[in-house]
Protein backbone atom coordinates (compact mmCIF):
# COMPACT_ATOMS: atom_id res chain seq x y z
CA UNK A 1 0.00 0.00 0.00
CA UNK A 2 2.73 2.10 1.22
CA UNK A 3 4.65 1.82 -2.82
CA UNK A 4 1.69 2.64 -4.66
CA UNK A 5 1.43 6.39 -2.47
CA UNK A 6 5.22 6.88 -3.21
CA UNK A 7 4.11 5.93 -6.97
CA UNK A 8 1.29 8.53 -6.80
CA UNK A 9 3.80 11.11 -5.01
CA UNK A 10 6.55 10.89 -8.15
CA UNK A 11 6.01 13.30 -11.45
CA UNK A 12 7.33 14.70 -13.86
CA UNK A 13 7.21 18.49 -12.69
CA UNK A 14 6.36 21.25 -15.52
CA UNK A 15 4.31 23.40 -13.38
CA UNK A 16 1.52 23.45 -10.19
CA UNK A 17 -1.28 22.37 -12.23
CA UNK A 18 -0.01 18.99 -12.38
CA UNK A 19 -0.39 18.57 -8.53
CA UNK A 20 -2.55 15.55 -7.59
CA UNK A 21 -3.65 17.17 -3.68
CA UNK A 22 -3.80 19.57 -1.84
CA UNK A 23 -3.09 19.73 1.81
CA UNK A 24 -6.48 21.42 3.08
CA UNK A 25 -8.44 18.30 0.99
CA UNK A 26 -5.85 16.23 2.64
CA UNK A 27 -6.28 16.91 6.15
CA UNK A 28 -9.80 16.89 5.82
CA UNK A 29 -10.62 13.66 3.77
CA UNK A 30 -7.30 11.70 6.13
CA UNK A 31 -7.84 10.31 9.37
CA UNK A 32 -3.99 11.42 9.98
CA UNK A 33 -2.01 13.31 7.83
CA UNK A 34 2.09 12.70 8.10
CA UNK A 35 3.95 15.63 7.10
CA UNK A 36 7.74 15.81 7.67
CA UNK A 37 9.56 19.24 8.63
CA UNK A 38 13.25 18.50 7.14
CA UNK A 39 16.10 20.17 9.22
CA UNK A 40 17.70 20.82 5.85
CA UNK A 41 16.95 21.60 2.31
CA UNK A 42 18.00 18.73 0.64
CA UNK A 43 16.85 16.73 -2.14
CA UNK A 44 18.20 13.32 -0.45
CA UNK A 45 16.67 13.80 2.95
CA UNK A 46 13.46 14.64 0.61
CA UNK A 47 13.42 11.53 -1.56
CA UNK A 48 14.20 9.06 2.25
CA UNK A 49 10.81 11.03 3.24
CA UNK A 50 8.83 10.35 0.00
CA UNK A 51 10.03 6.73 -0.43
CA UNK A 52 8.84 5.82 3.10
CA UNK A 53 5.52 6.99 2.24
CA UNK A 54 5.31 11.06 3.55
CA UNK A 55 1.81 13.20 2.69
CA UNK A 56 3.43 16.13 2.37
CA UNK A 57 6.91 17.83 3.28
CA UNK A 58 7.67 21.05 4.41
CA UNK A 59 10.83 23.43 3.85
CA UNK A 60 12.47 27.08 5.35
CA UNK A 61 13.96 29.84 3.84
CA UNK A 62 14.84 32.86 6.05
CA UNK A 63 14.88 31.33 9.43
CA UNK A 64 17.13 30.24 12.00
CA UNK A 65 15.45 27.25 13.30
CA UNK A 66 15.71 25.88 16.87
CA UNK A 67 15.07 22.67 16.97
CA UNK A 68 17.35 21.80 13.94
CA UNK A 69 19.93 24.10 14.83
CA UNK A 70 20.32 25.20 11.50
CA UNK A 71 20.35 28.41 9.54
CA UNK A 72 18.19 28.73 6.16
CA UNK A 73 18.91 31.34 3.63
CA UNK A 74 17.15 33.03 1.26
CA UNK A 75 15.27 31.89 -1.76
CA UNK A 76 17.69 32.08 -4.18
CA UNK A 77 20.07 29.80 -2.60
CA UNK A 78 17.75 26.84 -2.74
CA UNK A 79 15.97 27.34 -6.11
CA UNK A 80 17.60 24.60 -7.57
CA UNK A 81 16.66 22.16 -4.79
CA UNK A 82 13.14 23.21 -4.52
CA UNK A 83 12.68 22.26 -8.15
CA UNK A 84 14.38 19.40 -8.01
CA UNK A 85 12.08 18.29 -5.00
CA UNK A 86 9.14 19.33 -6.58
CA UNK A 87 10.07 17.38 -9.19
CA UNK A 88 9.61 14.01 -6.88
CA UNK A 89 7.26 14.52 -5.35
CA UNK A 90 3.46 15.59 -6.15
CA UNK A 91 2.19 16.45 -2.70
CA UNK A 92 1.58 19.07 -0.79
CA UNK A 93 4.77 21.24 -0.37
CA UNK A 94 4.82 23.89 2.39
CA UNK A 95 7.32 26.95 3.24
CA UNK A 96 8.21 28.88 6.17
CA UNK A 97 9.18 31.51 4.69
CA UNK A 98 10.79 33.33 7.13
CA UNK A 99 11.63 33.41 10.95
CA UNK A 100 10.39 36.91 11.87
CA UNK A 101 7.86 39.59 10.71
CA UNK A 102 10.83 41.45 8.66
CA UNK A 103 12.14 38.24 7.26
CA UNK A 104 9.18 38.09 4.57
CA UNK A 105 9.27 39.30 1.14
CA UNK A 106 6.36 39.54 -1.55
CA UNK A 107 8.87 39.17 -3.99
CA UNK A 108 10.08 35.97 -2.77
CA UNK A 109 6.57 34.54 -1.87
CA UNK A 110 5.41 34.83 -5.41
CA UNK A 111 9.05 32.88 -6.27
CA UNK A 112 7.80 30.29 -3.91
CA UNK A 113 4.55 29.87 -5.55
CA UNK A 114 6.14 29.98 -9.09
CA UNK A 115 8.66 26.89 -7.68
CA UNK A 116 5.41 24.80 -6.83
CA UNK A 117 5.08 25.58 -3.17
CA UNK A 118 1.34 24.72 -2.22
CA UNK A 119 0.87 26.11 1.33
CA UNK A 120 2.77 28.41 3.87
CA UNK A 121 3.36 27.98 7.18
CA UNK A 122 4.17 30.51 9.56
CA UNK A 123 3.78 31.85 13.67
CA UNK A 124 0.63 34.36 13.15
CA UNK A 125 2.67 36.83 14.97
CA UNK A 126 5.22 36.88 11.99
CA UNK A 127 2.67 36.69 9.23
CA UNK A 128 1.86 39.81 7.54
CA UNK A 129 -2.01 40.52 6.97
CA UNK A 130 -1.10 40.74 3.06
CA UNK A 131 0.01 37.26 3.05
CA UNK A 132 -4.15 36.35 3.62
CA UNK A 133 -4.87 37.42 -0.15
CA UNK A 134 -2.18 35.19 -1.85
CA UNK A 135 -3.74 33.14 -4.67
CA UNK A 136 -2.65 30.00 -5.48
CA UNK A 137 -1.06 28.60 -1.82
CA UNK A 138 -2.71 27.39 1.02
CA UNK A 139 -2.51 29.32 4.33
CA UNK A 140 -1.84 27.55 7.65
CA UNK A 141 -0.62 29.12 10.58
CA UNK A 142 1.24 28.67 13.80
CA UNK A 143 0.67 29.27 17.45
CA UNK A 144 2.95 29.20 20.34
CA UNK A 145 2.90 28.36 24.19
CA UNK A 146 2.30 32.57 24.74
CA UNK A 147 -1.53 32.19 22.91
CA UNK A 148 -4.49 31.65 24.97
CA UNK A 149 -5.71 28.31 23.24
CA UNK A 150 -9.43 29.71 23.94
CA UNK A 151 -9.10 33.01 22.57
CA UNK A 152 -8.39 31.77 18.67
CA UNK A 153 -11.70 30.99 18.03
CA UNK A 154 -13.43 30.38 14.66
CA UNK A 155 -11.00 31.26 12.04
CA UNK A 156 -12.02 29.67 8.43
CA UNK A 157 -13.62 32.73 7.15
CA UNK A 158 -10.69 34.16 7.26
CA UNK A 159 -9.17 31.56 4.48
CA UNK A 160 -6.99 30.09 6.44
CA UNK A 161 -6.55 26.03 6.29
CA UNK A 162 -4.90 24.71 9.48
CA UNK A 163 -3.61 25.57 12.43
CA UNK A 164 -0.21 24.03 13.50
CA UNK A 165 -0.21 23.77 17.11
CA UNK A 166 3.80 24.62 18.10
CA UNK A 167 2.46 25.17 21.88
CA UNK A 168 5.16 23.33 23.83
CA UNK A 169 7.57 25.58 25.65
CA UNK A 170 11.65 25.76 24.26
CA UNK A 171 12.68 24.06 27.50
CA UNK A 172 10.42 21.13 26.84
CA UNK A 173 11.42 20.23 23.51
CA UNK A 174 12.32 16.82 22.82
CA UNK A 175 10.54 15.06 25.74
CA UNK A 176 7.59 12.49 25.67
CA UNK A 177 4.24 13.28 25.08
CA UNK A 178 1.99 13.95 27.82
CA UNK A 179 -1.58 13.49 28.61
CA UNK A 180 -1.56 17.34 29.54
CA UNK A 181 -0.25 18.12 26.02
CA UNK A 182 -3.17 15.84 25.06
CA UNK A 183 -6.01 17.91 26.80
CA UNK A 184 -4.68 21.09 25.39
CA UNK A 185 -4.48 20.08 21.66
CA UNK A 186 -8.13 18.38 22.55
CA UNK A 187 -9.10 21.86 23.87
CA UNK A 188 -7.48 23.14 20.67
CA UNK A 189 -9.65 21.07 18.57
CA UNK A 190 -12.62 22.07 20.05
CA UNK A 191 -12.13 25.82 19.74
CA UNK A 192 -11.11 26.49 16.39
CA UNK A 193 -12.85 25.48 12.92
CA UNK A 194 -10.26 24.48 10.53
CA UNK A 195 -8.33 21.06 11.54
CA UNK A 196 -5.06 20.90 14.03
CA UNK A 197 -1.56 20.13 13.21
CA UNK A 198 0.48 19.17 15.75
CA UNK A 199 4.98 19.59 15.23
CA UNK A 200 7.38 17.13 16.93
CA UNK A 201 8.55 19.34 19.36
CA UNK A 202 7.60 16.88 22.38
CA UNK A 203 9.77 13.54 21.39
CA UNK A 204 6.88 12.03 19.16
CA UNK A 205 6.74 8.05 18.55
CA UNK A 206 3.81 6.06 16.56
CA UNK A 207 2.36 4.50 19.86
CA UNK A 208 1.11 8.90 20.12
CA UNK A 209 -0.65 8.44 17.25
CA UNK A 210 -3.65 6.63 18.36
CA UNK A 211 -4.98 9.24 21.15
CA UNK A 212 -3.58 12.06 18.91
CA UNK A 213 -6.12 10.79 16.52
CA UNK A 214 -9.23 10.33 19.48
CA UNK A 215 -8.08 14.23 20.54
CA UNK A 216 -9.48 15.55 17.10
CA UNK A 217 -5.60 15.98 15.48
CA UNK A 218 -5.94 16.08 11.75
CA UNK A 219 -1.90 15.98 11.03
CA UNK A 220 1.28 14.69 13.16
CA UNK A 221 4.50 17.08 11.83
CA UNK A 222 7.53 15.63 12.38
CA UNK A 223 10.54 17.66 13.07
CA UNK A 224 13.95 16.84 13.83
CA UNK A 225 13.47 16.33 17.58
CA UNK A 226 12.37 12.93 15.69
CA UNK A 227 13.57 11.78 12.11
CA UNK A 228 17.37 13.38 13.20
CA UNK A 229 19.27 14.77 10.67
CA UNK A 230 20.03 12.23 8.29
CA UNK A 231 18.93 10.16 5.27
CA UNK A 232 18.68 6.64 7.06
CA UNK A 233 17.48 8.26 10.35
CA UNK A 234 14.38 10.11 8.44
CA UNK A 235 13.58 7.13 6.60
CA UNK A 236 13.45 4.83 8.96
CA UNK A 237 11.39 7.08 11.29
CA UNK A 238 8.60 8.32 8.92
CA UNK A 239 8.34 4.57 7.65
CA UNK A 240 7.52 3.29 11.62
CA UNK A 241 5.22 6.57 11.87
CA UNK A 242 3.69 5.81 8.15
CA UNK A 243 2.74 1.91 9.53
CA UNK A 244 1.10 2.95 12.50
CA UNK A 245 -1.21 5.59 10.38
CA UNK A 246 -2.14 2.74 7.81
CA UNK A 247 -2.92 0.28 10.63
CA UNK A 248 -5.65 2.47 11.85
Known amino acids: MRLTCIRLNRIAFTGVKTLTSSLTEMIRNKKMTLIVSL ?16 DAVKLHVNVEHRASRTSFGSVEAYKDVFRNIRNEFSGPLGIVPGGTFEDINQAEMQQLIDLGFTYYSIYAHHQPSWMLGLEKIEKTFAISSDYEIASIGKVQHLGVSALEASIVRSEEYGTPLTFMDVLAYNRLVQNVDIPVLVPSQRKLVPSDIPILVRAGVKAVMLGAVVIGHTEASIQTQVQLFREKIDSL
Open 39 to 54: PENRLDLAKAAIRAGV
